[in-house]
Structure formats: C-alpha cells, structure tokens
C-alpha cells in the first residue's frame, strides 16, 4: 500500500493505493491516529486507487471513528471498497462522497 497525505487549509487528504490487508494497514492507522489528535479541518480518504481492502482498513476506519467524528469523510471508493462497506452495512455510517471535492461540501 502506498498512502501520501496532502494538508491545506480546508482539509487533510490522506490517499491509498493498492491493497490495504492486516500487513500494510499500520501506516492508515497511524496518520488517523495522528489527525484525530490534531483536531480542526476534514480528514478525507481518498480509496479511488484501492484495489484490494479486508476487514483490517475496516477495522482501523470504525477504530478512528470517534476520534474523528464526521470529520472523517471517504472520497471515491473503488468498487471492491465500496462492496465491503455495503456488505457490512457501514455505508450509511460514515461519510461518503463521489470526489475529493464533495468530501469538503458537507
């Protein structure tokens, strides 16, 4: 997994590529860990590049959760993500948005 943050003043943009599994999650984990602590703008997770996610990104998404609040917002999620989400009925729990853009306008 390959995951590259970008800051402005309207939000943190926290993007993924390629698989997030129990092996490679820990870098997710951490830079939520590290904006919830932080507070203030919008935490966007851009998955549009994700092509493979298991319960571990799940897990580290509903565990920074209340950290976060709504300030955690998922952008674009790839097909495979977004079935996960709706297989586990937490598609309607977090913040969903078709782009980037739409993450910021809620």
């Known amino acids: ?35 919830a602590r932080q507070g203030g703008v919008p935490v966007v997770l851009d998955l549009s590049a994700v092509g493979f996610a298991d319960t571990a990104m799940i897990n580290v998404l509903l565990r920074a959760r ?3 609040g709504d ?3 998922l952008a674009a999620p790839s097909a495979l993500v977004m079935r ?6 937490l598609d309607e729990v977090f ?12």
């Open 1 to 35: 997994m390959l995951l590259v943050t970008h800051r402005s003043d309207r939000a943190v943009v926290i993007a993924l590529r390629g698989e997030v599994d129990l092996e490679s999650v820990e870098p997710l984990r951490l830079a939520l860990d590290r904006e």
């Open 66 to 68: 209340p950290g976060l």
């Open 71 to 73: 300030r955690l917002r």
């Open 84 to 89: 996960l989400l709706r297989v586990l009925s």
């Open 95 to 106: 913040t969903i948005r078709a782009g980037r853009a739409a993450c910021l306008d809620v």
